[in-house]
């Protein structure tokens, strides 16, 4: 009779622990298979552009890391409305995740669509471009203290290509005014390469624009760059300085990263971000990167999700002063 009590009370205990096990245990089991099948990724701009370009490099990486296939889908419309939406509506189970960048706080601030930072779970970024002063190699400012120098006597007559207004050139721009005290003469055009075309072609004096559009013309001595509007210089540019350096604390790091909609599960985050952070170490990661004038950026989630928040406290700035100008 003991010993039937004494193996009935281990059974008991047994049965207990399975207890626990299939209450708590169940669930991270079941996120550590993840992911059981490919991914859907949402970019919500067209194939070709800056977002999918920093993503499809991206994802070559991280699929060795992820063990599965990361499939873009282009969902594109309403100036990344309609992608965003897609993102957010999402099942949160980690199949369907999306490019985080620099254009999510425009929502909440311009109150353009029901889409806010707080919708998505924010996960590691992976790659950043700042914008750059750049000019023709004939202009008459040697330096961007050149610059600002003349701005500041001639006020609004200096021509500056941007693209659309209030949007990712005009806003540091505009902090880069009133930190400087100078106002120059923003002219909008509808991309990058027609900004090039314009300053090549002697119709504006300067553009704020990327690295990449005028990588080639540098390279043949037809535009050079006065600054960089990073926390640190381009490394591909490390004799152009940034204005950070030069007194004026305005930097723009316009960032790509990882999100999904809200509420995915907590092991599926961390198996994310493990993947995205062993990414950056990659050699071939960031020299792709550096093909097209974009850097590795290290953000974990936290402090990812703070960049946006940052960016969206200046967006909101930088947007007032614009309307307020209008006047």
């Known amino acids: ?7 009935m009370v281990f059974l008991m205990v047994v049965a ?123 202009a008459p400012w040697k330096t961007v203290e050149d610059f600002v120098a003349d701005a500041q006597k001639r006020p609004e007559k200096i021509a500056v290509g941007i693209t659309d207004i209030g949007g990712i050139y005009h806003q540091p721009l505009v902090l880069w005014e009133e930190m400087a005290g100078f106002r120059i003469k923003p002219v909008f055009h509808k991309s990058s390469p027609a900004q090039t075309a314009s300053l090549l072609g002697g119709h504006v004096d300067a553009n704020i624009t990327w690295v990449r559009p005028n990588i080639s013309y540098v390279k043949e001595g037809k535009i050079r760059f006065l600054a960089y509007m990073s926390i640190r210089r381009h490394p591909d540019y490390p004799d152009v300085p940034t204005l950070r350096e030069k007194g004026w604390d305005v930097h723009y790091e316009h960032p790509y990263g990882v999100g999904g909609p809200k509420g995915l599960p907590e092991e599926v985050k961390k198996i994310i971000s493990e993947a995205t952070m062993k990414v950056w170490d990659v050699p071939e990661f960031e020299k792709d990167l550096a093909k097209v004038g974009l850097s590795v950026f290290r953000l974990d989630g936290p402090a990812y999700t703070r960049h946006i928040k940052n960016m969206q406290k200046n967006s909101a700035r930088a947007i007032k002063i614009i309307n307020e100008r209008k006047k």
């Open 1 to 7: 009779m003991i010993r039937a009590k004494n193996g």
């Open 16 to 138: 207990f622990f399975l207890m626990i096990l299939a209450g708590t245990g169940g669930v991270v089991n079941a996120a550590s298979k993840y992911p059981k099948k490919n991914i859907k990724w949402i970019v919500m701009w067209r194939a070709g552009g800056g977002a999918d370009t920093a993503t499809r490099i991206f994802i070559k990486q991280f699929e060795k890391f992820i063990g599965k296939k990361a499939i873009v889908n282009n969902i594109t419309g309403g100036a990344a409305t309609v992608g965003y939406l897609a993102a957010k509506t999402a099942k949160p189970d980690g199949y369907t995740l999306v490019t985080i960048q620099g254009d999510l706080p425009k929502f909440e601030i311009m109150k353009l669509a029901p889409i806010a930072i707080d919708d998505f779970d924010i996960l590691p970024s992976f790659a950043y471009q700042s914008p750059v002063i750049a000019v023709r190699a004939d």
